[in-house]
T-cell receptor
Framework: GDSVTQMEGPVTLSEEAFLTINCTYTATGYPSLFWYVQYPGEGLQLLLKATKADDKGSNKGFEATYRKETTSFHLEKGSVQVSDSAVYFC???????????FGTGTRLTIIP | NAGVTQTPKFRILKIGQSMTLQCTQDMNHNYMYWYRQDPGMGLKLIYYSVGAGITDKGEVPNGYNVSRSTTEDFPLRLELAAPSQTSVYFCASSYRGPGQGVFETQYFGPGTRLLVL
């Protein structure tokens, strides 16, 4: 079945550091790919998405590119801030399969 | 728009008790979902609905029931609470139109934290 594997956490970085959180997926077809963010005590918010190969999703300085050849959707940000501290979930969704398949989440902590 | 709202925010149940988790969305979405999030794990789908009157099981439906009498509401019922149901429960909704070519974005509520003792 479909699965999503993402970088184990927790990840701790200093403010203004470069961030990469790896995500790879398996799917039978051509899924849409998502990054959701969960701030402390809150629900999941969509951060960005991409629906086809080579699409780049971007939001709030975060970017991720849909790489079909490597089945990856790595999340990047050039300069992280303390306010980026949260848990980040990679997810895939494929038509014909009603659910989103989630990775286990990566807890990110940014220290000043 | 309030989006997806859930009540209560937090609840403690004793083993064997029952309760209903409420979920409402005001975006006129046709699809609604219930997920549970266990510590250190991704979200698992419990039940989903593609429209009023239509529900179906997800990956982990045992111990739960749902109903969808209106477009807006999708309550989740726990009949005999067990410690294994201690989790955070998220409701989500999305819109899927006819002939839609890609998987649509799901919008999540703030969650209900449930502790069964």
């Amino acid at each position: 079945g479909d699965s999503v594997t993402q970088m184990e956490g927790p990840v701790t970085l200093s403010e203004e550091a470069f961030l990469t959180i790896n995500c790879t997926y398996t799917a039978t077809g051509y899924p849409s790919l998502f990054w959701y963010v969960q701030y402390p005590g809150e629900g999941l918010q969509l951060l960005l998405k991409a629906t086809k190969a080579d699409d780049k999703g971007s939001n709030k300085g975060f970017e991720a590119t849909y790489r079909k050849e490597t089945t990856s959707f790595h999340l990047e940000k050039g300069s992280v801030q303390v306010s980026d501290s949260a848990v980040y979930f990679c997810a895939s969704g494929e038509l014909g399969n009603e659910k989103l398949t989630f990775g286990t989440g990566t807890r990110l902590t940014i220290i000043p | 728009n309030a989006g997806v709202t859930q009540t209560p925010k937090f609840r403690i149940l004793k083993i064997g008790q029952s309760m209903t988790l409420q979920c409402t969305q005001d975006m006129n979405h046709n699809y609604m979902y219930w997920y549970r999030q266990d510590p250190g794990m991704g979200l698992k789908l419990i039940y989903y609905s593609v429209g009023a009157g239509i529900t179906d099981k997800g990956e982990v439906p045992n111990g739960y029931n749902v109903s969808r009498s209106t477009t807006e509401d999708f309550p989740l019922r726990l009949e005999l609470a067990a410690p294994s149901q201690t989790s955070v429960y998220f409701c989500a909704s999305s819109y899927r139109g006819p002939g839609q070519g890609v998987f649509e974005t799901q919008y999540f509520g703030p969650g209900t934290r449930l502790l069964v003792l």
